[in-house]
């Protein structure tokens, strides 16, 4: 299992996103992005500090 805070990229939020690897945790976090945070689109930029938090549990 692995696991991404919202916070640990820099958003006031205190959403935990998990999922079985990472493609599920970026697929999860992209949602979560336009839903809450109204984020259309990640940069490359914020995907690689996406990539660079995602912690196993």
Same mark, same amino acid.
Not at 18 to 28: A, P, S, T, W, Y
Not at 39 to 52: A, L
């Given at each position: 299992?692995?696991? %991404? +805070? ?10 935990? &996103?998990?999922?079985? *690897? /990472?493609?599920?945790? %970026? +697929? ?10 109204? &984020?259309?689109?990640? *940069? /490359? ?13």
């Amino acid at each position: 299992m692995k696991e %991404l +805070r919202c916070a640990d990229v820099g958003f006031e939020c205190s959403e935990v &996103i998990q999922g079985e *690897d /990472e493609q599920e945790i %970026l +697929r999860k976090v992209a949602e979560h992005a336009r839903e809450i945070h109204g &984020i259309m689109e990640i *940069d /490359e930029e914020t995907g690689q500090k996406v990539r660079s938090q995602i912690q196993d549990v």
